[in-house]
């Protein structure tokens, strides 16, 4: 089976046309929106689609899909994520990486410790921030900054940073 990955989720239609609001979940949102764009609506079967046309507004998309020319076609779809094939991704540049690719890291510090892995990623404004979970603790809000991940090395599931000073609080 192949594997898809979350684009987008549905949060109310717009108009009467068959537009959708999208909250975007990605960093390519003019890539993953455009016309032409293969999507999945994670409905029950999921069901393939095709842009047909895309807006910004605001922090959103308005999208309209090919065979949903009014709001009854696709009112019963709101609240349902957008993914997209594993298939579908595009090259990235090299320093570039899918969330995907980042959550189950294996995290190291300077002096050779492991912090723990890679959770999940939030998207808080300027950087990203991994989460490193540790047990009896409070977790680790690592940004994701050139000067603090040094080196990620994806074969092996294991990324080497360094920690900024005073960034672990070890007094919980």
């Given at each position: 089976m192949t594997e898809r990955y979350l684009v987008g989720k549905i949060v109310n239609t717009h108009g009467i046309r068959g537009e959708v609001?999208?909250?975007?979940?990605?960093?390519?949102?003019?890539?993953?929106?455009?016309?032409?764009?293969k999507l999945v609506i994670e409905a029950k079967p999921p069901l393939p689609v095709t842009v047909v046309n895309a807006?910004?507004?605001?922090?959103?998309?308005?999208?309209?899909f090919a065979g949903f020319d009014d709001i009854n076609?696709?009112?019963?779809?709101?609240?349902?994520?957008?993914?997209?094939?594993?298939?579908d991704q595009a090259e990235l540049a090299p320093g570039e990486y899918y969330y995907h690719d980042l959550v189950g890291l294996t995290v190291i510090d300077q002096a050779g410790q492991t912090l723990g892995q890679v959770s999940e990623?939030?998207?808080?404004?300027?950087?990203?921030?991994?989460?490193?979970?540790?047990?009896g603790k409070s977790d680790i809000l690592l940004p994701f900054l050139k000067s603090v991940?040094?080196?990620?090395?994806?074969?092996?599931?294991?990324?080497?940073?360094?920690?900024?000073?005073?960034?672990?609080?070890?007094?919980?």
């Open positions: 609001k999208v909250v975007p979940v990605t960093d390519f949102p003019e890539q993953r929106f455009a016309k032409g764009s807006r910004p507004q605001k922090q959103m998309y308005l999208l309209t076609a696709i009112e019963k779809y709101k609240g349902c994520e957008l993914t997209v094939d594993e298939a990623i939030l998207s808080p404004g300027a950087n990203d921030v991994w989460v490193i979970p540790r047990s991940v040094l080196d990620i090395d994806l074969a092996q599931k294991v990324a080497h940073v360094e920690v900024p000073e005073g960034l672990i609080d070890d007094a919980d």
